[in-house]
């Protein structure tokens, strides 16, 4: 284990003790909700390996780890975009991180060119399902932030269908 993380000895440590003690899944991640640290706005949710974890900790800029890449990814080193972490947060089991960023540029944080990834939203109630359609999402955002061909060309797209 990373020398800034401590071993996980108790619930009682993990919970109310001031040790960095974070619980990596079976795959070696932990969940990243990133938010504005302005607006409070969800710009995207992620996750994170030790090393990323860590090159945030000591950069104060936000790493991730891409699972359909398979590699770390400093965020904004393609776009610009650099999101730059104005507070970390880690739940009360530490099993979940939630990062408070600014981010440079436009402020965009999704890589299809949006403001936030969480673009859509999901219709609930009595009439969310239609037996045509099934469930019809509703954009939120109606205009892009960025072109992303534009500012990543002919990259493969970072997400798997």
């Known amino acids: ?15 109310e003790g001031f040790q960095l003690a974070p619980k990596f899944d079976g795959n070696g991640l932990i969940p990243v909700v990133t938010t504005d640290v302005n607006t409070g706005e969800v710009l995207m949710h992620a996750y994170m390996n030790e090393e990323a974890l860590v090159k ?10 891409s699972r359909s890449r398979q590699q770390l ?3 904004g080193a393609t776009s610009g975009l650099v999101q730059k972490v104005r507070q970390l947060l880690i739940d009360d089991d530490q099993d979940c991180v939630w990062m408070r960023v600014e981010v440079a ?6 890589h299809v060119g949006y ?10 109630g009595n009439n969310a399902v239609s037996e ?3 469930v019809s999402l509703q ?5 892009k932030t960025f072109d992303p061909q534009v500012v990543y ?9």
């Open 139 to 143: 954009f939120t955002e109606i205009e």
């Open 1 to 15: 284990m990373n020398q800034l993380f401590s071993p996980r000895i108790s619930v009682e440590q993990v919970e």
């Open 105 to 110: 540029g436009s402020g965009a944080s999704c």
């Open 73 to 75: 990814w400093h965020k």
């Open 153 to 161: 060309g002919d990259a493969p797209n970072p997400t798997q269908l």
């Open 115 to 124: 403001r936030s990834c969480f673009y859509r939203s999901i219709p609930v």
């Open 56 to 65: 945030t900790i000591e950069t104060g800029e936000a790493h991730y780890y």
């Open 132 to 134: 045509e359609k099934g």
